[in-house]
């Protein structure tokens, strides 16, 4: 065998080789320092504004009513607010429109009945009683409450006399009258 030759001048380059497999993740370096605040952009457009849904009513009854059944509806006659028109005259009965919490109160001068029962004035959610107004003694007394309901579309609300002979004297401005009103829609 004869003594090794001189290096020879370099080839071309080959052939990308096929890769090796991805090494493990290496530890996740410190947090950068915090860059420079950008310039405050542009004020954008003026929005659209807030549409307040409003439900409100004041309704009176002038004239006298004597229950002729038990459960019998109140009948008011005359509107002073009427909001939204969700208190329907024609049924004595307010349709909730617009979901929410609603206030309502009532009051009614009772007169001596010729029952002789002692009035009692129900409101009614959907034929639930929620609140009753009562006069333990028939002498001539105004009698009313308030209550809060949260109801939903659709729901209804409305007064009624408990028993058949029940009355209540309406006449004069003012002595009859059922008010509600939305405190928030929800």
């Not at 009698?143 to 408990?162: A, D, H, R």
Request: charged residues 20%.
């Amino acid at each position: 065998m004869g003594l090794t030759g001189d290096v020879g001048a370099t080839g071309p380059i080959g052939l990308t080789g096929p890769a090796g497999r991805m090494g493990e993740r290496g530890p996740v370096g410190p947090v950068g320092m915090a860059g420079e605040p950008g310039q405050t952009g542009q004020k954008g457009d003026r929005g659209e504004p807030v549409q307040i849904r409003k439900s409100a009513f004041s309704v009176q009854k002038t004239s006298n009513q004597e229950a002729a059944a038990d459960a019998e509806i109140v009948t008011l006659d005359a509107a002073r607010v009427n909001i939204g028109g969700h208190f329907d005259l024609t049924t004595n009965r307010f349709t909730c429109e617009i979901p929410g919490v609603y206030f309502f109160s009532y009051s009614f001068y009772v007169t001596e009945s010729p029952s002789d029962r002692n009035p009692d004035i129900d409101l009614v959610n959907d034929n639930n009683v929620v609140a009753r107004a009562r006069v333990e003694s028939v002498a001539n007394v105004q009698i009313g409450t308030s209550v809060l309901l949260e109801l939903e579309t659709g729901s209804e609300v409305w007064l009624q006399f408990l028993n058949y002979g029940e009355g209540m004297e309406c006449a004069d401005k003012g002595k009859c009258q059922f008010s509600g009103f939305l405190l928030y829609e929800g």
